[in-house]
């Protein structure tokens, strides 16, 4: 297995996290290409792991901290690491070494590149990026944010730990309309995708003139801490999505519902 940076040969397998056999990614929509885009000229990191037959079967991607959604300086922020773990399309990868290696080459990177320290987020249960398994590779949890955990490997003494960004938003409601807020950075296909499907959602024609949509692009530090999210969907007041994006059908569903009860 070898570990190798993205190149334009790999770039759309990237863009759609090695899916490249389903239609969610697809209906993900452009914005992951545009915050590569964007985040390529503000040191984004991408390395994918090769297995010995030429198939990338992994891939690590991480920024300087502060173009992340956490606070931090002078460290690099894993956005995410992902090795395909499904059967279909490329097939089953896991439990072979390939998310070590990356995680691994990425630290030799952040160190060559002078950062004082690695951080990497996790959750502290078994669901998308698992806390427990940074910290079996010597992450330290350093902030919480209910089940989120920050963790980092400082690499110099000087090193000043992360933080999440806390915040609260409290939605304006639109009069006599259903308020559709949605809130999204660029990075993670998952997201994206809840925020296309609340966009289409809020536009279906037997809607019309009863929802305002509006969209929160949360790429820069700077508009994560003025609202204190970067991912994110409301619909009223109710916060709808804290995980795997949510089906088109439901975020239709749920703002029907707040229809009928307007006025
Ligand atoms: C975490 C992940 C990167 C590991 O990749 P991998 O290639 O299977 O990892 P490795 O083969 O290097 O290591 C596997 C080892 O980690 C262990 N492990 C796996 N999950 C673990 C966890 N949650 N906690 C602790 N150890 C764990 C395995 O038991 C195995 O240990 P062993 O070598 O002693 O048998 C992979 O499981 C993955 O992509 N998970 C999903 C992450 C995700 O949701 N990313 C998207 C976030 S937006």
Same mark, same amino acid.
């Given at each position: 297995m070898?570990? !190798?940076?993205?190149?334009e040969r790999n770039l759309s397998l990237y863009l759609v996290c090695l899916e490249d056999w389903s239609n969610e990614m697809k209906e993900a929509g452009k914005m992951k290409e545009d915050w590569y885009r964007r985040m390529q000229h503000r040191g984004l990191r991408v390395k994918?792991?090769?297995?010995?037959?030429?198939?990338?079967?992994?891939?690590i991607q991480y920024v300087p901290i502060e173009f992340s959604f956490v606070d931090g300086k002078d460290l690099y922020f894993i956005n995410c690491i992902w090795v395909h773990g499904y059967k279909r399309g490329r097939g089953d990868f896991r439990r072979h070494g390939m998310g070590t290696a990356l995680?691994?080459?990425?630290?030799?990177?952040?160190?060559?590149?002078?950062? =004082?320290?690695? !951080?990497?987020?996790?959750?502290?249960?078994? !669901?998308?990026?698992?806390?427990?398994?940074?910290? =079996?590779?010597?992450?330290?949890? !350093?902030d919480r944010n209910g089940m989120q955990a920050l963790m980092w490997k400082p690499f110099t003494t000087d090193a000043a730990p992360p933080k999440w960004i806390r915040g609260k938003f409290r939605p304006e409601l639109a009069e006599n309309k259903v308020t559709v807020n949605a809130f999204c950075s660029g990075w993670c296909p998952a997201q994206n995708l809840t925020f296309e499907r609340a966009k289409r959602a809020a536009a279906e024609p037997q809607f019309e003139g009863r929802v305002q949509f509006r969209a929160f692009d949360t790429f820069d530090r700077e508009d994560?801490?003025?609202?204190?999210?970067?991912?994110?969907?409301f619909i009223d007041k109710k916060h709808v999505w804290s995980g795997p994006p949510p089906s088109y059908e439901k975020i239709r569903e749920l703002i029907s519902k707040r229809i009928k009860r307007l006025r």
């Open positions: 070898n570990i !190798v940076d993205l190149d994918l792991a090769v297995d010995d037959h030429g198939t990338v079967g992994g891939m995680l691994e080459a990425a630290e030799a990177d952040a160190r060559e590149l002078g950062a =004082k320290g690695i !951080v990497a987020w996790g959750i502290l249960i078994p !669901v998308f990026m698992h806390a427990s398994w940074f910290r =079996k590779h010597g992450f330290r949890t !350093v994560v801490r003025r609202y204190g999210i970067s991912n994110s969907l």
